[in-house]
């Protein structure tokens, strides 16, 4: 079965770099885009861009670009998302999602406080 | 961006009773491969988001037939027939036709 499970919460102090991996089995990694959405706390979901798993390449959300960085190991078919110079606004739930947002992974808290 | 504008953004609903949630976009979301990429997602508490709907009317498998998905123009709809205790949540509506993919406010549904 498809499944996609992402690492653990994270504490960062602002200004800080935070990398969130999503480990997927259970299909052709290669085969669908992997998004990434966050949702911060009691707010609602918010797109931050996508990774081809194939060829790599990637769409941020303009909000993001500059600070984010979308990658991918396909031997071990994981995606992996770094969000850099943090702010206490980033504190949220990191979601990835496959493709057409069929499956979703179960979310990586990542609080940002000093 | 498209924006896409839900209503309400709170829905009290009585078991066995339907419900309507309304998702208006701000521009037409037909792509020009003739498909439409609205998206319906439920979000239990505690839990990730869960697809039921895509392209406008098709159910995800497992997803109970008392959901369903409509359009008219730009006003999308996501109907329950008949709630059921376990429609309790918040459900989004999204759309994919144009970047960036953009989601709605969400509607929480609470009995």
């Known amino acids: 079965q498809v499944q996609l499970v992402q690492s653990g919460a994270e504490v960062k102090k602002p200004g800080a770099s935070m990398k969130v991996s999503c480990k997927t089995s259970?299909?052709?990694?290669?085969?669908?885009?992997m998004h990434w959405v966050r949702q911060a706390p009691g707010q609602g979901l918010e797109w931050m861009g996508w990774?081809?798993?194939?060829?790599?390449?990637?769409s941020y959300a303009q909000k993001f670009q500059g600070r984010v960085t979308m990658t991918r190991d396909t031997s071990i078919s994981t995606a992996y998302m770094e969000l850099s110079r943090l702010r206490s606004d980033d504190t949220a739930i990191y979601y990835c999602?496959?493709?057409?947002?069929?499956?979703w992974g179960q979310g990586t808290l990542v609080t940002v406080s000093s | 961006d498209v924006v896409m504008t839900q209503s309400p953004l709170s829905l009290p609903v009585t078991l066995g009773q339907p419900a309507s949630i309304s998702c208006r976009s701000s521009?037409?979301?037909?792509?020009?491969?003739?498909?439409?990429?609205v998206n319906w997602f439920q979000q239990r508490p505690g839990q990730s988001p869960r697809r039921l709907i895509y392209?406008?009317?098709n159910r995800d498998s497992g997803v109970p037939d008392r959901f369903s998905g409509s359009e008219s123009g730009t006003d999308f709809t996501l109907k329950i027939s008949r709630v059921e205790a376990e429609d309790v949540g918040v459900y989004y509506c999204?759309?994919?036709?144009?970047?960036?993919?953009?989601f709605g406010q969400g509607t929480k549904v609470e009995i």
């Open positions: 990774i081809n798993p194939n060829s790599g390449g990637t």
């Open positions: 999204m759309q994919g036709t144009h970047w960036p993919w953009t």
């Open positions: 259970g299909y052709s990694f290669t085969g669908y885009f």
């Open positions: 521009q037409s979301l037909v792509h020009s491969d003739g498909n439409t990429y």
């Open positions: 392209e406008v009317s």
């Open positions: 999602a496959r493709g057409d947002f069929d499956y």
